[in-house]
């Protein structure tokens, strides 16, 4: 079992930064890969960064430049930097872990998601 907890959103103003955290706890020792995604209502999930156990990182290519994905403590943290935010990155983000590593998953365990809100 692997737990994932979420936190670090809130609401900022455009072109503010912000970093998000994931702090894992249980089974780590099987996770391969980690990722965040976002889901805005009316609009689909997104997969907007992953991190494999080799420290390879994706991106969605409507983030790419602005957000920074990382780990710290091996796999117990994860860290994703946001920066240069839209109103259009506001979203409930999400952490996510899976075992098999790489960045499109499968994704195995969710957090809770925390709330990113970015105003004019």
């Known amino acids: 079992q692997v737990q994932l907890v979420e936190s670090g959103g809130d609401l900022v103003q455009a072109g503010g930064s912000l970093r998000l955290s994931c702090a894992a706890s249980?089974?780590?020792?099987?996770?391969?890969?980690m990722g965040w995604y976002r889901q805005a209502p009316g609009k689909q999930r997104e997969l907007v960064a992953g991190i494999t156990s080799s420290d390879i990182t994706h991106y969605a290519e409507s983030v790419k430049g602005r957000f920074t994905i990382s780990r710290f403590d091996r796999k117990r943290t994860t860290y994703l930097q946001m920066n240069s935010l839209k109103p259009e990155d506001s979203a409930i983000y999400y952490c996510?872990?899976?075992?098999?590593?790489?960045?499109?998953?499968?994704?195995?365990?969710w957090g809770q998601g925390t709330q990113v809100t970015v105003s004019s």
């Open positions: 249980g089974s780590i020792f099987s996770i391969n890969v």
């Open positions: 996510a872990a899976g075992t098999i590593g790489k960045y499109l998953g499968p994704y195995d365990y």
